[in-house]
């Protein structure tokens, strides 16, 4: 019933920046925690970053931690992740989600890729 759309993807250079973001629309939409989540070829999907709805707290892997940045709209139901000082070894398709519990369906994602 909760349809993600996350949009932003593209190619950078490496230490360039990008801006994804995820539109979440359909009724209900309760999530405590949203999260952003990557996968790249040949990899399992990997945790990058979540945000709680109410307050804004966030986690991030160790991976990203001071180069990305989640943040949210909630007003607008998107989500959002900072994408800094972009390393190759972000090259991944991004997808955002529910965190913390149970996801909901997986939308198509966006494409990063970052050369060096």
């Known amino acids: 019933q909760v349809q993600l759309v996350e949009s932003g993807g593209g190619l950078v250079q490496a230490g360039g920046s990008l801006r994804l973001s995820c539109a979440a629309s359909?009724?209900?939409?309760?999530?405590?925690?949203m999260g952003w989540f990557r996968q790249a070829p040949g990899k399992e999907r990997e945790f990058v970053a979540a945000?709680?709805?109410?307050?804004?707290?966030?986690s991030y892997a160790d991976s990203v931690k001071g180069r990305f940045t989640i943040s949210r709209d909630n007003a607008k139901n998107t989500v959002y992740l900072q994408m800094n000082s972009l390393k190759a070894e972000d090259t991944a398709v991004y997808y955002c989600?529910?965190?913390?519990?149970?996801?909901?369906?997986w939308g198509q994602g966006t494409q990063v890729t970052v050369s060096s």
């Open positions: 945000i709680r709805w109410s307050g804004g707290s966030t």
């Open positions: 989600n529910r965190a913390g519990s149970e996801s909901f369906i």
């Open positions: 359909g009724r209900p939409f309760r999530a405590a925690h």
